[in-house]
């Protein structure tokens, strides 16, 4: 994309590189060094030329890393390259917390953790060189469960991720954490890499209520109480509210914006959909500043509002994915929800100082699970009590008081987590299938087939990466269970089907 007058609006978008019907699945690494383009896609990173004149590459791509690992939970590759032409590739773990069955309850952690071996950290190549294959050998720093962002600072030299921590402390372990602490533990990380580093996924995780890393409990944590091996690893610069999922770091080195923002990290949060019974939340995009690369401040949220209200992984209007800072200095955020770019730039004194995005409006429904102290009825408020279940069909020899009750389940009001996975409205998301299109893998749709997958979890789907544990990794007793297979079967019954 191009802006040719200058007025904030793209006039000229091309498109170029293979397509899905080709086999390119695309990938979330861009960068661009000596005049030309880097990318990746699918299994590699990839160089296109840039011509003196216009935008679009002409030739064919040159492979500069093969053979990156596809597998698991997080198959992408961020990178960034620094000013010496060291190529810095984010590879991802393939699971939660390294356990022999990824999500599992009580499903203690592998010792050692192999996976450490090609996954979990930040591998080093050379950006000037072509045709170099994955290894063991180019790995720079461990430990890193999932950093999607990945920037370099003002010098060219200094490098920072941001790493998503891991998930389901709750659900997999009940007996060591209650459902806020699921919700609030642990922390996003802002961290500063070195060779050699290694940040403790997955034996540690940052406890951001004691500000420090603890055991984790697939190696023997015990709720947060003990550290043991994490006193030898190394911390984040700065951390973040559980769940948010960064997806996108930047180190601002602009002139535009008042010189309180030099140095400082702008991260991308996607938002969560595991913090149920709490609020989802995140779907923002932060500032955080920093001074000789630590936190010289508390974060601030910069912009706001891209859910449209609707806090929720199905339902929000957009998701914050992407942040760059343009030639003038301004800033460009991505949105991976509908596609949208949006450009940022300041108006006023230089010597302004930070000041956060006004807080959103949020729709009825994320408000009424928001825990805040505004006076609430007991039953809490539910602006479809009155028209959604009601309007549902009822399972032969079940009640429609069942169906209400799976309903507040699958939305986290009754202890669920349904929602967070397959949407607010059961349509899917990302993370999980749309059940409410008839379309059943695992049973033949009636009432007690759901409540036995239900039950048993899918340990190994067969369309997504990431496994369900038995009941969703909630509490539920064999009549929610029924309460909620009734609501999944009454959303595939609706208008007669």
């Known amino acids: 994309m191009q802006d040719i007058n200058g007025d904030g609006q793209a006039d000229v978008t091309a498109r170029f590189g293979d397509t899905i019907q080709q086999g390119d699945h695309g990938g979330t690494g861009i960068a661009l060094y000596k005049d030309a383009l880097y990318a990746e896609t699918n299994d590699r990173i990839v160089r296109y030329g840039l011509p003196k004149d216009g935008i679009m590459p002409t030739g064919a791509p040159e492979t500069i890393v093969s053979g990156l690992p596809l597998t698991g939970d997080h198959p992408m590759h961020p990178f960034a390259i620094d000013a010496k032409g060291n190529l810095f590739i984010d590879v991802a773990s393939a699971t939660n917390s390294c356990q ?262 949020q729709s009825a429904s994320s408000s009424a699970s928001s825990g805040t102290a505004q006076a609430q009825p007991p039953e809490g408020i539910h602006p479809n009590a009155g028209a959604t279940t009601s309007s549902l069909p009822t399972p032969p020899g079940q009640t429609q008081e069942q169906v209400a009750l799976g309903e507040q389940i699958f939305h986290g009001q009754k202890g669920g987590t349904c929602a967070g996975c397959h949407g607010a409205s059961a349509k899917g998301s990302p993370l999980g299938p749309d059940l409410t299109n008839g379309k059943w893998r695992w049973g033949d749709g009636s009432v007690p087939s759901i409540a036995a997958t239900i039950t048993k979890g899918v340990p190994q789907p067969k369309d997504y990466r990431s496994g369900m544990p038995p009941m969703g990794g909630a509490q539920l007793t064999p009549t929610d269970v029924l309460a909620l297979a009734d609501y999944i079967w009454a959303l595939n019954h609706q208008n007669g089907r």
Request: glycine share 12%; charged share 20%; net charge negative.
């Open 100 to 361: 022999a069955q990824n999500r599992m309850p009580n499903v203690s952690g592998d010792k050692p953790c192999t996976e450490l071996e090609t996954r979990a950290g930040i591998w080093r190549y050379d950006a000037n060189k072509t045709d170099q294959k994955f290894s063991t050998t180019e790995r720079y720093a461990t430990g890193i469960r999932n950093a999607d962002g990945i920037a370099m600072d003002s010098t060219g030299l200094g490098l920072y991720a941001a790493q998503q921590g891991r998930d389901e402390l709750y659900e997999n372990w009940p007996k060591l954490y209650n459902e806020d602490q699921g919700a609030n533990l642990p922390a996003e990380e802002l961290l500063q890499v070195a060779q050699g580093d290694d940040f403790g996924w997955p034996e540690c995780y940052f406890d951001n209520d004691q500000q420090k890393l603890v055991l984790a409990p697939e190696y023997g944590g015990d709720g947060g109480k003990t550290v043991g091996v994490c006193a030898q690893k190394k911390g984040p610069v700065a951390f973040f509210p559980a769940h948010w999922a960064p997806n996108d770091l930047m180190l601002y080195n602009g002139t535009q914006f008042p010189s309180a923002y030099n140095g400082g990290a702008v991260i991308a949060f996607h938002g969560s959909w595991n913090r149920a019974p709490l609020p989802q939340a995140g779907y923002n995009v932060v500032f955080q500043p920093l001074t000789d690369g630590k936190a010289s401040g508390k974060y601030l949220v910069f912009a706001d509002g891209f859910a449209g209200g609707h806090l929720d992984p199905g339902q929000a209007a957009h998701r914050p994915s992407g942040v760059a800072s343009g030639p003038d200095g301004g800033f460009y955020i991505a949105d991976d929800q509908h596609g949208r770019i949006w450009r940022v730039t300041f108006n006023g004194e230089k010597t302004a100082g930070l000041e956060p995005a006004p807080a959103p409006p």
